[in-house]
């Protein structure tokens, strides 16, 4: 079946530490994507990258990094730089062909900072 | 830069009622996409239904409608015969082309509660 996946589905990280939050597609989608939602909120955009070894930064990349080394990865980090990492992170995927395309969205990670 | 509105930060309806989750939006783009997407208490996020802005028919999709208004900026959903199946949360986006790439602009929700 072709979807997205999202590893772990809980983190919890101690102040200070570097996390890295999986994302794979196999959908052969181009465009990959990485939101933040914290609770009553909407989603709001971290990093996002149309194409291999390419990527752009969002409205709140501060603190994050990410790679794209592979087509259908696409890796976060959250860096100690992040003053309030503790939230709910949804990855999602679209084919370039078209404009106004759907968003696929993998099942998420919840961080938790103790 | 695009902006999405959504009022309602909760709404209640009873079990086979229709209801209208409302939705405005900002943009001097002429050519753009709105979008509605659904999350229940387990976190993922489905699509629902999309609406072009150069579309001149409402989107419709099973029990999902679009009531779009181009002039007025709104991009209003209406589910028909809600079941409890769909209390969630329900977001409405707006692409973003600007610079080429294509993001979404999410509104902060509306929570939907059908009681039996």
């Known amino acids: 079946d072709g979807g997205i996946t999202q590893s772990p589905k809980y983190l919890f990280r101690k102040e200070g530490q570097n996390v890295t939050l999986s994302c794979e597609q196999n959908?052969?989608?181009?465009?990959m994507y990485w939101y933040r939602q914290d609770p009553g909120q909407g989603l709001r955009l971290i990093y996002y990258?149309?194409?291999?070894?390419?990527?752009q930064k969002g409205d709140i990349a501060e603190g994050y990094s990410v790679s794209r080394e592979k087509k259908e990865s696409f890796p976060l980090t959250v860096t100690s730089a992040q003053k309030n990492p503790t939230a709910f992170y949804l990855c999602?995927?679209?084919?370039?062909?078209?404009?106004?395309?759907?968003?696929?969205f993998g099942p998420g990670t919840r961080l938790t900072v103790l | 830069a695009q902006k999405i509105t959504q009022t309602q930060p909760g709404m209640f309806v009873q079990e086979k009622e229709a209801v209208t989750l409302d939705c405005t939006y900002d943009?001097?783009?002429?050519?753009?996409?709105l979008f509605w997407y659904k999350q229940p208490s387990s976190g993922e996020m489905i699509f629902l239904i999309y609406q072009g802005s150069y579309d001149e028919q409402n989107a419709t999709e099973g029990r999902y409608s679009l009531n779009f208004q181009k002039a007025r900026k709104s991009a209003n959903l209406v589910i028909s015969a809600s079941q409890l199946g769909d209390s969630a949360m329900y977001f409405c986006a707006m692409s973003d082309a600007q610079g080429g790439s294509e993001k979404l602009v999410f509104g902060k929700g509306t929570k939907l509660t059908v009681n039996p």
């Open positions: 999602a995927s679209t084919p370039l062909a078209g404009f106004y395309n759907e968003q696929f």
């Open positions: 959908l052969n989608h181009d465009a």
């Open positions: 943009t001097s783009d002429q050519s753009y996409g």
């Open positions: 990258s149309q194409i291999v070894n390419d990527f």
